[in-house]
């Protein structure tokens, strides 16, 4: 009997830290801030339930800002540690924690994973911006809905100053839109859409879309499916 007890007991215990809540100290994610994430639930290698993420300048203990996360999600690396500031389409590396500059003001604004809400169930983030005005990070509400609609999270152009989202419908029908991000809100510019449902007629349908002065413009080829996917 006492083995039994003291079996059921271990076995207690041992649920409870494998479920126990976590804390994680991100140094290298960016240039600016050190990321402390204390987050309730991980299991194997992902953590996925609420969490507090605390900002600390580069070398100091006291939070500069801390973010509340009704739900993060974490992808862990090899070491057992959360990765930051990968980014794959299609892929299974898609970080918790991204740094860059989504609205290209000089200053490296934050995007959080919150989860899989994205297209196909595919990544989603909160994205918020840095205020050199009030001196935090705040949620924008349009760049957080781009980064929650489309195949995760938008691509980052420095030198063009743009954003870029990925979308698909079936295995057949892509789209690409761009965007400028003025007074931090997104501006579609372009558009690029792949449409090869016709599978008829062997051909791809390719669809530019750009916007000229105010006008949009739209352009329409024809390729071969064979030969353009090949080249992809």
């Not at 994973?113 to 196909?120: L, M, P, S, T, V």
């Not at 760049?143 to 489309?150: G, T």
């Not at 669809?207 to 949009?216: A, F, I, M, N």
Request: proline letters at 2%.
């Amino acid at each position: 009997m006492k083995k039994i007890f003291l079996f059921i007991s271990i076995l207690l215990l041992t649920a409870t830290n494998f479920y126990a809540q976590k804390t994680f100290l991100l140094k290298n994610a960016s240039k600016t801030f050190d990321v402390k994430i204390k987050i309730a639930k991980c299991e194997d290698d992902i953590c996925e339930s609420k969490a507090t993420v605390y900002l600390m300048k580069k070398n100091q203990t006291a939070p500069f800002q801390t973010i509340q996360m009704p739900n993060m999600y974490l992808e862990l690396g090899d070491d057992k540690k959360p990765t930051a500031n990968l980014i794959e389409l299609y892929g299974m590396n898609n970080s918790g924690v991204i740094f860059d500059d989504y609205n290209f003001d000089g200053a490296e604004d934050l995007a959080l994973r919150n989860g899989n809400e994205g297209a196909y169930g595919g990544p989603s983030y909160d994205v918020l911006l840095f205020s050199k005005t009030k001196n935090n990070f705040a949620k924008s509400r349009e760049l957080s809905a781009l980064a929650s609609e489309n195949l995760g999270l938008f691509t980052v152009d420095g030198k063009k100053m743009t954003i870029e989202t990925f979308n698909k419908s079936g295995c057949c029908f892509h789209v690409t839109t761009r965007y400028q991000v003025i007074n931090n809100r997104p501006k579609k510019v372009y558009v690029f859409t792949e449409d090869a449902t016709d599978v008829g007629s062997e051909k791809v349908k390719l669809t530019t879309e750009t916007l000229v002065g105010g006008k949009w413009k739209k352009t329409i080829k024809y390729a071969k499916t064979k030969d353009y996917y090949k080249e992809q």
